[in-house]
């Protein structure tokens, strides 16, 4: 008998991915999957093809232990609650007490590399959440999920316009890897079946400096991309002045200074582990987004 498998934040870039591959690489009946998100309208074209919808509001912990009941293996994707600290935390521990009393088997979640030394902003909510897990006494899988190549694509095409990167991440390295990858790593897990307890690190197979992406940037583009270094204050300031909100850039800010510290540097082989594939490269990603770079 196949396991029931429940994705939540069903509606976003990641969840949609996840599912995409569950149903098209790994061929799980659309049937057994549960897409739950806090807005079930927007899932009708997963419906249409066979994939069971709910309501699942992580604010609302009323209606989660009927979003998970019959589930046997439950997907948490981190929340976007990102402009109040701890509030993610409170959001993901109403989940992993909802799926005790559901019966749930096992749970993986969505977290960040070494959330233990991190000095990323979000940091606290990601280490929080898998010690809620581990003390759950429910199995889990722990999914690490590294700095999307994807989160360039905010940033660059104003840098390159104005030919310049400002940076405070030093000399430090970061092992990138696309979102779809993350998806495709993340899908093979929660297919699996397995009930073994594991932590996973979804990296690139090499860690790069800012000016080897922008070195690569430059090759895609054919246009010239100078990076800056500047201090933590300095980059604020820029970006404080740029209209960013306070959460993000300090979320920014703290995220160059964890690249500074090395805390970012690992490069594992776990995707392949899970997938059997060679993860994309910086240079194939840019070229597939060439369009936006430009934007």
């Keep these: 008998m196949s396991n029931t498998l429940l994705v939540t934040g069903a509606a976003g870039q990641l969840g949609q991915s996840v599912i995409r591959h569950l149903i098209e690489t790994y061929h799980v009946s659309p049937g057994s999957i549960i897409a739950a998100t806090r807005s079930p ?157 594991a932590v996973y690190t979804l990296t690139g197979d090499r860690a790069s400096t800012i000016e080897e992406v922008a070195a690569v940037v430059t090759e895609v583009t054919g246009r010239p991309l100078q990076v800056v270094q500047v201090n933590d204050e300095q980059l604020a300031g820029g970006m404080t002045g740029a209209g960013l909100p306070k959460f993000l850039v300090d979320m920014l800010v703290s995220a160059d200074a964890n690249i500074r510290a090395g805390n970012f540097e690992t490069v594992t082989g776990d995707f392949k582990k899970l997938t059997g594939k060679e993860p994309q490269t910086l240079k194939g990603f840019l070229e597939k987004h060439k369009a936006a770079l430009a934007a």
Excluded at 56 to 61: E, G, L, P, R, T
Excluded at 145 to 166: E, I, R, T
């Design 41 to 197: 309208e927007k899932l009708s074209s997963l419906a249409a093809k066979g994939v069971v919808v709910r309501k699942a509001d992580f604010d609302d912990a009323t209606t989660l232990p009927a979003a998970f009941a019959g589930v046997d293996r439950l997907l948490i994707i981190s929340t976007d609650a990102l402009d109040t600290p701890g509030k993610r935390l409170v959001q993901h521990k109403a989940a992993i007490d909802a799926a005790k009393k559901a019966g749930v088997k096992h749970i993986l979640y969505t977290s960040m590399p070494s959330p233990d030394k991190s000095l990323v902003t979000f940091a606290p909510d990601h280490l929080g959440t898998e010690e809620a897990i581990k003390a759950s006494s429910i199995g889990y899988t722990i999914l690490r999920d590294a700095w999307y190549f994807d989160n360039y694509l905010m940033g660059l095409p104003h840098s390159l316009q104005d030919g310049k990167w400002y940076t405070a991440a030093g000399t430090g390295r970061v092992p990138n890897i696309s979102r779809e990858d993350c998806a495709l790593a993340i899908a093979a897990a929660l297919a699996s079946g397995s009930t073994e307890n």
